[in-house]
């Protein structure tokens, strides 16, 4: 049975992830009321969120004092996904990635029990991810809610620190919660500092493409859509205190993603030069997993929710995004 939910606020709204739930909160829940706290970072644009029927708060996640202002309002559920999600950002900047990934959650979550106070039924959802997990080998079984926790670089320790909170929150206090670990994003507006963005902007601006290492690290790749569905399939219907992974199906490894990007550009805009020119192997991150790999079994059998778009699709989609900023309206069949 579905849970009736008529205000909900999300944090980190404005950003790539974020925004495309506000949207799909309007579009499935359209008597729902969103309401969005995102403090417009250099990841969070209004124009993400321009045209949706929300309401936004301008907060810091990590000043509690003004969290507190929001303790007598009637909301329903937090989503949470407020974060620093830059792995290469982390690791020049730890620091950063524990105040607003850590003590930003803990400040959420001290909010929510205000909040329960009021509303015995509210969910805090934490949307997490699966480099919580660490890095698998190739031969590996993919990761499941059991897998224990070995994350390996700032941004995914920290993100681990606060899944912990979460769960130390529903069982010291009984708050209701509900954490998910998703699998690589991509899709139209991501912000460029990710692979996709990098890569489709150096072919735009016929740029090198860097390629960390030799490019055979391996990765889950979930399109953005098929994310905020699983989100709200799960914030509806999802057991508290329970954790779901959600994955899309695509194993591919860096180069071969690349690849496939660059097919994709080539049908469309025929440069002169054949676009594989333009990659350029660099020097790898430190501490580079190897594999990443969900298993949304859990999430299927219980919720009857699976990943619909083929990596192909949504890359052209994506690539069209970037070319067209914005205006492409999706291909016929597609």
Known sequence: MKRKLNNILVTGGAGFIGSHLVKKLNQLLPDSNVFIIDCLTYAGDMMNISGTKSHLFCIDIRD??????????????????????????????PLEFVETNVLGTVNLLELGLKLKEKNPDFIFYHVSTDEVFGSLEMDDAQFTE?????????????????????RAYHHTYGLNVLISNCSNNYGPNQYPEKLIPVVIRSLIERKEIPVYGEGVNVRDWLHVEDHVEAIIHILQKGRFG?????????EVSNIELISKI??????????????????TYVKDRPGHDLRYAINHKKLTDELGWRPKRHIVEGLYETIMWYIN????????GA
């Open 64 to 93: 509690r004092e003004i969290l507190k202002n929001l303790e007598g309002w009637d909301f329903d559920a937090i989503i949470h996904l407020a974060a620093e999600s830059h792995v290469d950002r982390s690791i020049s900047n």
């Open 146 to 166: 059991k897998k224990p926790y070995d994350p390996r670089s700032p941004y995914s320790a920290s993100k681990a620190a606060s899944d912990h909170f979460v």
């Open 262 to 279: 660059i097919r994709i550009y080539d049908e469309i805009k025929n440069p002169i030069d054949r676009s594989e020119k333009l990659i």
């Open 242 to 250: 329970q954790t779901y992974c959600i994955g899309g199906d695509c």
């Open 325 to 332: 900023q914005g205006e492409y309206i999706p291909k016929t």
